[in-house]
């Protein structure tokens, strides 16, 4: 913490900033220059709200010198975080970027067999699905709750797929994180602290999305609840910020991929089909996605999005999705980033991990 | 819902939808005119999100014509929710403007006692302070935790105050009802949905905070999740939210005041600390609170604002309460509301309401 | 300015950020501390966005410490601007707060002058009413132009009523200027600064409305184009921003009245017609805008907003305006603050000012 | 337009609407189901606000039908818009994305050339550079004037290349399309409607910047202000709405791309430099543009931005430029998008256009 004294602050207005920090036990030291104070904070400030000096005459600004945010920040942690699953798959760094897909809800078992097998056999690893759904309204429908989490935990094991699922409430964690391979925190609970605190403490890696109107100061301080607890395994999902612009669903914050890439190690993703809403917007932001840089994307699909109880306007039909793929492989490429496309070979991949060169899709 | 289909929509394009909503079990009768036609649907849409009909070809627009809010709807429910107190104090309607008061967190036994005592001496019945916090970073002080609400309590019962405390998350809530006359969901959990389910069941009032970036709709439908769980005391309370101007923390909304009143038949009041986050704006904000015709004021006051571990810059100091409330009660006057004020006599003066007429505050 | 550098900033980065001021011809001061280096910025930047530095090795920020804000600073000018005007009526400062009140448009002499007829019976001395639209589409009525100052001009003379009309473009002032005893810059033009700058050199005080977009900041350096052109009579006009909230049309910001009070000595004044673009919500913001501290506002009353041709759904019906008054004048009455309330007397009140105690409004 | 009446609104309502509708001279058709009625809208509604009608007893709600845009909407002209410039160069359509680069502000004739002559030489043909230069604050530099247009003029001759620079008024529009190959409007001034409607007259294609609290739909009628003048080459450009988050100067809506492709048949091109304003982010944004489907991007490049008078901390290096450039050529392939370069062979390139099989950046 700097705090800049105005030009015509008096001695007296220095003094009393000054006697007020020693009497907090914060210690601070004066630099005089010619025609300016500034009064520098020295080490901690023993969780004493500083800002409040702004309200004493004579003082300017406060400034905040060191950023609030530690384990997430790239200044202390200079190398990427790469995350590294059962079999090797890895997500973050020089790691290929991941494509993560599935159906918004579990809605049955018929309807997540069939684009489990679908996307599996597109080259995908990680499957998404909620069993437990925020939903704004109570009569909405709420997902299947842990019986989806069983329908998740079959497919997956059938075709050799990591789980992407949401988990809602601190309790539930424990059980959730038995089903999970990375477990979802919504973007409404982003700030749901004692929650982060709990998955702190879990097992498995963490997709933290960024809440609609939260900064990105906020999400990486999110992510240091997290990380603080002991769980270094964070990966950041943007889904949209909400702006003035109604015509889609939110605004998509590209430009917090880089930005997020250059102040903290964490793997960053992207979540177009709920940072849109709108289905023909998924693929040209996805792409634009791995084109910024992200270290993966989450789509959803779904076999019949006419019929989908949940969010069927964004999701991608399996054509839609195959074209995707194509598409992204070969943007990775012009950027020197693979995609992880893992042909399915049947019962048993799981493990049996291809070279991305056997991939269906293309490149140039 | 109304589905409207394009000018130009071919007879198969009608056909169609009608076809996929049947195949729902979706009732639908189609309106035509001379040169649209319009698809209303009769009846429940079995959780069905219509809104996926606006990809087929021929449909120009899904409209809502039933909101989904239902038991905070004034339509549903025309005259005002006022909640009463062991003592008979009332919150909505007629019954006077309440004003809640108290510092942001609970610090210490001494800090809250004297605030308590000056709030009340003020002629203030509602307290608040808060034990367990929310805080953006894990780094903050985060709450006394259980520790506070027993120093809550012990003050509320000396001066005869009403005490409104925050809880965090689902599992604390039965225990934290023991102590709190109202309940707080900070806006951060505003979509808590586990938590406000469980709020649902608890016989204590719920004080519930608009989100920063939630639309009157998104709160409203939260509220909607505690009244459908079986609590009928739901207050709303707008604490500002997020908007591009950074000069304040947060944009109060004021124009939710009347718009939720016109809206629902909940009480609604205004948190103008939290709102503006700055000191000096607290009074005239409290002030177009009540003019807007709010149900009520909650704001920050501190003995000592300089030595606050959390908020100091926007407490109030004593002076400037008392300076306030006197404000309040003429504005209350112009626009023939009470202002909640009841002298303070010393011990056991909860349950001996005096009348307002014996306020320290002169109305011209 | 002053610029931080890095707690671990190298002398070598310290020395390049000097010689690259230096070179620039701007003077710059050391400050060292224990921990801790300060460049201060001694006098002028020359122009240079010092901002530039930030991507220099070894500096944390570019804090600055004097505001871009001169003329309309409170700063610089302690006491508040009063707007007089020719018989004697004045604006801001402790004079009584005012109402302009009119059509939206002006869309024929019958219309304008009931309505200008019914404003001044009211006590009304502003009649507002847009000979110029701004309107987002192309299609849409853009007013009468000169015609229809040349009815304003007319009403105004029968009923002794100053006139606040729009400029849209900078060659039009000078004539408009002719017409008006107000110009208003209307919110989408608030940074045409062609239009700003000529108005500088108009000798008619001007409405400044906010940007639904900008900041305070913003604002002021737009009011401080006007100043610098030497047009000292600026009024600031807050008319709602834009946020995600889409209830109403804009989020009427009426902390931004107590804000730019302390920030300026320029009056403020609040327009919730447009603020709210509904009419129930009109009253109740009005009423909160006086309450906050509002030099006046400004509002649409149409003498059958049904038919319109603009904006007929925020228009006040002559019945509300008059029910407002009442309301507006025991607010005043409540914080000390008249409001403007002169009654007419027929032919020729222009100039025969009366005592605002013969109001018919009665203050409790 | 349709009215929808609420399920209980009884015949005098149905019936008082439709009234009113038919003596404003406007025709309608009562579509009547089991439960519902809706009123239909027969052609124009006369420039009446019809919304005001949501204001009577029994009234739902009122939805446009047909929307606003005419000209500018992919509904009524269904092909992309192409531009084509003297010497056949082409924007839009499937024509090669373009690249447009140069300086924020032509500063002196040294700095101008020396910035031409390397983007000329890295294949650009579109020279930016401001001249007039809309400043937040009336002390920054506010541009060369006509004096800078003529140094882009000088520079472009030299080298080939097209001038895109800003108009900020009405009476400068001749004199600047003398000068400008493209004119461009500004984000601030993107609905200065008397600015538009004379650039609808203006021989030359119109670059319109979205506003920074503008929707897709208001930036799409402000185009049309431009169409229904009679100039049929409107480019648009996406450059950064304001939103909550200020860790970058404003969000880049990369969304607006594929959905403005979407609605209408005008190409779209994203200026990352003003959108982030952050040098660092300008490669990843550019390269997310193009991903998206943008028409081509528009960036500041300065060969010293360190001394740069405006906007240096946003302006790319002239090698980070050249590093970009490849990156963009090898993602425009990935999705079968050329992006425009042609080789520089010395003086008098210009008209004398090489096979982008010549560019000096590798496509793998």
């Given amino acids: 913490m700097i705090i800049i004294m105005n030009k015509n602050a008096r001695e007296a207005d220095i003094a009393r ?6 009497q907090q036990g914060i210690r601070s030291e004066r630099l005089t220059g010619e025609k300016q104070v ?4 020295i080490g901690a400030s023993n969780g004493l709200d500083i800002s409040v000096v702004t309200t004493l005459e004579g003082v300017q600004d406060v400034v905040r010198v060191s950023s609030p945010i530690k384990l997430a920040s790239r200044l202390q942690h200079p190398e990427d975080t790469v995350i590294t699953f059962s079999d090797g798959t890895k997500i973050g760094g020089s790691a290929p970027a991941i ?14 067999r069939r684009t489990a097998e679908f996307v599996r056999s597109s080259g995908v690893r990680f499957l998404r699905g909620g069993a437990f759904k925020p939903r704004t309204s109570p009569y909405s429908f709420q997902g299947l709750g842990f019986d989806g989490l069983e329908l998740l935990k079959k497919v997956s094991e059938e075709f050799g797929l990591f789980i992407v699922t949401e988990v809602m409430e601190p309790a539930h964690a424990p059980r959730v994180a038995e089903f999970a391979d990375i477990i979802q925190v919504g973007a409404r609970n982003m700030q749901n602290f004692p929650l982060l605190r709990q998955l702190g403490n879990v097992n498995k890696p963490v997709m933290l999305k960024r809440g609609p109107a939260s900064t990105i100061e906020e999400w990486l301080l999110a992510a240091e ?20 612009e109604t015509a889609l669903r939110y605004t998509t914050d590209i430009s917090a991929v880089p930005l997020v890439k250059e102040l ?7 979540d177009p089909s709920h940072g849109t809403g709108k289905r023909s917007m998924v693929t040209p932001m996805s792409r634009a996605s791995i084109a910024a840089g992200a270290d993966g994307i989450m789509v959803e699909v779904h076999p019949d999005p ?7 306007v964004q999701a991608l039909t399996f054509e839609m999705f195959e074209e995707m793929m194509g598409e992204l492989v070969r943007i990775g490429d012009a950027i020197d980033r693979q995609i992880l496309i893992e042909p399915y070979t049947g019962a048993k991949s799981r493990g049996s991990k291809k070279s991305p060169s056997e991939s269906p899709y293309k490149v140039a």
Same sequence: chains 1, 2, 3, 4.
Avoid at 306 to 312: A, E, P
């Fill in 17 to 22: 900033v000054e006697k007020i920090l020693s």
């Fill in 38 to 41: 500034v009064i520098g904070i």
């Fill in 99 to 112: 494509v993560i897909a599935g159906p918004c809800s579990v809605e049955s078992a018929d309807q997540l």
């Fill in 225 to 244: 609840y997290i990380l603080s607890g002991g769980n270094e395994n964070v990966i950041l999902c943007e889904r949209g910020i909400r702006t003035f």
């Fill in 264 to 270: 903290s190690h964490l793997p960053v993703i992207v």
């Fill in 306 to 312: 006419l019929r989908s109880l949940s969010d069927g």
